[in-house]
């Protein structure tokens, strides 16, 4: 929500206002509280939507959407096990609440990296909604993290067959195939990640990769990995142009990588497992 400062004011002063009023009950203060605090995120005041959150739980402890909004809000300010425990508040109240389960498992496994821990959260989320593909995603991530490849490729499946143009979950899940030593299929899925999004810098350096280790170097591996040392390099250059123009300092092309026949790099074939 883009609110200019005049306008932030307003609503602040009418809240305020409303607050006020002598007639309100806990629930009408509570509810105003809420949605003060929604306010207050939606113009990234993140502190006082912290301290307008506090004050609804304690008027009215059983606002689950309060406790759920206050993790959010505290994770934004990277106060992750505060976080975890708002969203266990919310749970407790509403233990189907699925969005609660997904977001405590993206704290646990992105923030305080508990893969373990984060697995059980994933596995409550698309318990109560089987159709939550970011649930489906995370949780093979998270499998992934704690090597449980297969288990982890079921998981990206559920989640390629809810969205099956999400070009991550086709990378991720050939890590997996790789980690597995299931080269044909982990460059399938690369492959299938790079159709979708060409430019996608990370695919062509794991089909390379798989390629390397299947059949050591040849002329197809190092078409590949040409491929995404030139797409690195054409970005690389986009955004020095850009720091330059910005900084008014003279631009300089960097000159175009070239790679001569056999002198492919075996370090780049590197598994996820090692």
């Not at 990769?209 to 250059?237: H, M, P, R, T």
């Amino acid at each position: 929500m883009q609110l200019s400062p005049e306008q932030k004011i307003e609503k602040l002063l009418e809240f305020q206002e409303l607050l006020g009023e002598k007639h309100n009950t806990d629930i009408n203060r509570a509810d105003l509280l809420f949605k003060l605090g929604n306010l207050l995120v939606a113009t990234n005041e993140y502190e006082a939507a912290i301290l307008t959150y506090d004050e609804a739980v304690k008027v009215q402890p059983n606002l689950y959407l309060a406790w759920y909004n206050l993790g959010l809000a505290l994770r934004r300010l990277g106060r992750y096990e505060e976080a975890i425990a708002s969203f266990d508040r919310s749970l407790k109240i509403k233990p189907d609440f699925h969005s609660a389960w997904n977001n405590r498992g993206a704290v646990l496994s992105d923030n305080l990296q508990k893969h373990e821990d984060t697995i059980a959260s994933y596995d409550q989320a698309v318990k109560i909604e089987p159709e939550l593909h970011e649930a489906w995603f995370n949780r093979g991530i998270a499998l992934l993290y704690s090597k449980k490849f297969e288990k982890a490729i079921v998981s990206f499946d559920k989640a390629l067959a809810i969205k099956p143009n999400d070009h991550k979950a086709w990378n991720a899940r050939g890590n997996a195939l790789y980690s597995l030593d299931l080269y044909d299929d982990a460059i399938a899925s690369y492959n299938k990640a790079i159709e979708l999004k060409p430019d996608y810098a990370e695919g062509w350096y794991f089909s390379e990769s798989a390629l390397c280790d299947e059949s050591g170097y040849d002329e197809e591996a190092s078409s590949s990995y040409k491929k995404q040392i030139d797409l690195f390099i054409e970005n690389y250059n986009f955004f020095y142009k850009l720091e330059s123009l910005l900084f008014g300092v003279v631009s300089y092309e960097i000159p175009s990588l070239t790679k001569k026949k056999g002198s492919h790099n075996r370090k780049y074939c590197k598994k996820f497992k090692s």
